[in-house]
């Protein structure tokens, strides 16, 4: 950190001497207010003056491309990592700060303040992702004193916030068409009153694909959420105030999605090919959420709200497993990945000849997760003679589970590439298990604060019991006679420590310092991933350019990995210890409007530049594919050092153009050091996107957008199994009206 803090000495000195005559831009005293447990900060004044690196993704940011993908919607904010699978974002991987981005299971992931992953604590790779394009803002903290939100405190939190409840009658008709059949059409209604009010939405998300598979099938995929919210709520009174918000989510999604990648050659042929051997490959999914939200406010200093959830989630992704020739089983991820020493099975894949009956062992992946609890926050603050307190006490309980009975058909595929079923499997015949947790989380915080230092101690507390039942293949009516169990518990405190301290009326630093944790898997004796985690950064406003800048350093005592399908493993979740790890990198972001003085137009450019450098500091073996052999000083594979987005828009009343530019450096995907071997490389990639909006009127617009406006053809991952496409050129005209 010595580098660091050079650099920052050197910054602070220079910005504490910039003056500024637009006091807009200035570093103010936070306005205080309560916030409630289903936002973490509730608008971007209140992120920008938190004392640990925060974020916030407004409604009119979210609104400028009109994104339906989390990827290409986080890409803007630094300290963010994603690598992309389906060219949508179905199932992102999202790193915060240099975590394990392998299907986002390494944050804490929230909708309106409850946790949205599968199975948060027992299974929380995000199989199920909500639908960005029903978000009304996006919430992102990756500092210090994160201890209020978990399991989850090495990287961060994303909190997603739903469409609100408006405060007077309004709704909104939005239909978009484009490229590959791509559409989406979204009706929103709602109003309040003195003591009542209502949200109803509806979203269909659909596409036909950009990938090619014989015969012109279709490789996209059709989703529809529809969303409704009540509110009832006392009259406004100085003294107490009560409300009660209902809350009924439901999605259905079927993507025609397949682990099944290309090998090297067959990319650089044709990156949008799809195998005849991914032909049946298919996920089925449906998640429902409901949650009841009680407020009731004793004074305008004093809140208590406490939130009962339900999240249920099934899915079953059938897909191609593995290929079985001359009594030889092989992963579709060890034939892609070494397609010369296994031509015979390239060509099965690829629908060259004719196989026997069995060869291709497809899975039905079915599973049945529950996530219920019931959480509370008390939020007390009042002011003294230069000074002000803010106490918040939070609990937590909470169980989830993820119920997996999956079974492997047997399939034989001809020489046209056309595949027949040759053998139905028993269902539960594969994997016929409960893995479960149980938890208690409770947190403090104190917010102090001294004229201009802030102080923000916090303790977090986690107890877990996580467990397994594990039936066994040949018991799928399970009767337990071949039941074995095991249980792993947890007891851990997490604490943390933030400041800032405002220098002048431009100028303010922050950092701090708090112990990451990650749960660990129910093996008997696991221990939890941990970490100690350092930023020190400074928000300033100097010749009108608003910015930030973050230094931090993550120090992993015990980095844990786990045996993912998604990152070409067998999918038993089974994790292990990979040790020391180092994090450390730079972060930072400046905005400019080079139009600020004119009255009719604005000008504002963006620009976010993000540093990573991963290394484990120890040697290990593995039979994760992603890791591998790993020797002291190896990089983490999937963490880009580098990564550059530019934003830049021209605004006025009537219509506005918008401009989005990332460059993503090259990144390894194994375990390494040095020059990276092509085979174990994904490139360096530059991607533009384009938007515009021509408004009719306040309540008529025409909106459109480029994806990928210059075609880059480009590879986004090696996994699941072999090489995948980032999205090609695609174009989108949509109208949208308010009333």
Avoid: C
């Amino acid at each position: 950190m010595k580098h660091y803090l050079s650099l920052f000495t050197v910054l602070l000195t220079t910005l504490s001497f910039a003056q500024t005559e637009k006091t807009k831009d200035s570093i103010q005293t936070l306005n205080e207010v309560i916030i409630s447990t289903n936002v973490i900060f509730g608008n971007k004044y209140v992120a920008q003056n938190r004392t640990g690196s925060s974020y916030y993704i407004s409604p009119a940011e979210l609104k400028k491309f009109n994104y339906t993908d989390i990827n290409r919607l986080l890409r803007s904010v630094p300290g963010v990592n994603i690598y992309e699978e389906d060219g949508f974002g179905l199932r992102p991987n999202i790193s915060l700060r240099g975590t394990s981005p392998e299907r986002s299971s390494k944050i804490s992931l929230m909708e309106d303040g409850v946790l949205i992953a599968p199975a948060p604590y027992s299974a929380p790779s995000a199989y199920y992702f909500p639908t960005i394009a029903r978000m009304e803002a996006v919430e992102i903290l990756k500092g210090s004193s994160q201890v209020q939100y978990g399991p989850f405190t090495t990287g961060g939190a994303i909190n997603m916030v739903s469409s609100q409840i408006p405060s007077s009658f309004s709704g909104s008709i939005i239909g978009t068409y484009g490229s590959y059949n791509t559409g989406q059409f979204r009706a929103k209604i709602g109003d309040s009153k003195p003591t009542f009010g209502y949200m109803v939405e509806y979203l269909n998300y659909n596409s036909d694909g950009f990938k090619n598979l014989l015969d012109d099938r279709n490789t996209g995929f059709d989703k529809n959420d529809v969303v409704a919210k009540f509110r009832v709520n006392t009259k406004a009174s100085p003294t107490l105030q009560q409300a009660l918000e209902l809350k009924f989510q439901y999605s259905d999604e079927v993507s025609n999605e397949t682990y099944l990648g290309l090998t090297e050659e067959d990319f650089d042929a044709n990156p949008f090919d799809r195998y005849a051997a991914s032909q049946k490959d298919e996920m089925v999914a449906d998640h429902i959420q409901l949650t009841a939200t009680h407020t009731i406010n004793f004074k305008p200093n004093l809140r208590i709200t406490t939130t009962g959830y339900y999240n249920g989630f099934q899915r079953n992704w059938y897909k191609l497993d593995y290929l079985t020739l001359n009594g030889e089983k092989k992963s579709i991820s060890s034939i892609v990945e070494n397609s010369n020493d296994f031509s015979d099975y390239m060509d099965v894949v690829r629908g060259y000849v004719n196989s026997p009956d069995n060869a291709l062992g497809v899975k039905a992946n079915n599973r049945a997760y529950t996530s219920k609890g019931v959480q509370s926050k008390f939020d007390y603050h009042w002011s003294g003679e230069n000074t002000f307190h803010d106490i918040e006490f939070g609990i937590r309980y909470h169980y989830d589970e993820e119920d997996r009975f999956q079974w492997i058909d047997g399939y034989n595929i001809n020489d046209s590439g056309i595949m027949e079923l040759t053998n139905l499997g028993v269902q539960g015949s594969d994997a016929n298990s409960i893995s479960s947790a149980k938890a208690l989380a409770t947190f403090a915080m104190y917010k102090f604060i001294y004229k201009n230092l802030t102080l923000t101690p916090g303790l977090r507390y986690e107890n877990i019991i996580l467990s397994r039942e594990d039936y066994g293949r040949n018991d799928v009516t399970r009767t337990g006679n071949n039941l074995s169990t095991r249980e792993n518990k947890v007891d851990v405190f997490i604490p943390g420590m933030g400041f800032s301290y405002k220098l002048n009326n431009f100028t303010s630093i922050f950092g701090g310092v708090h112990k990451g944790f990650s749960p660990p898997s129910n093996q008997v004796g696991q221990k939890p991933e941990e970490s100690i985690n350092y930023e020190l950064g400074s928000r300033f406003s100097v010749s009108n350019i608003k910015g930030e800048i973050v230094g931090f350093y993550n120090d992993y005592s015990n980095l844990l990995g786990s045996d993912l399908a998604a990152t070409g493993g067998t999918g038993s979740l089974e994790q292990f210890n990979a040790g020391e790890v180092s994090v450390k990198g730079l972060e930072l972001l400046f905005n400019y409007d080079f139009l600020r003085t004119n009255t009719q137009f604005s000008l504002p450019i963006s620009v976010g530049y993000t540093y990573t450098n991963a290394t484990f500091l120890n040697s290990f073996g593995s039979t994760d594919s992603l890791w591998g052999e790993v020797t002291d000083g190896d990089q983490l594979p999937y963490i880009p050092e580098h990564q550059i987005n530019v934003m830049l828009s021209l605004e006025n009343n009537q219509y506005e153009f918008n401009l989005s530019g990332r460059y993503l450096g090259e990144f390894r995907t194994k375990a390494g050091n040095g020059p990276i071997a092509n085979n174990e490389k994904v490139d360096s990639n530059f991607v533009v996107d384009f938007s515009t909006k021509y408004h009719f009127s306040k309540n008529l617009s025409l909106t459109s957008n480029i994806i990928n406006a210059f075609n880059s053809t480009y590879a986004t991952a090696r996994v699941p199994a072999g090489l995948r496409p980032g999205h090609p050129f695609g174009a989108n005209l949509g109208i949208e009206f308010k009333f």
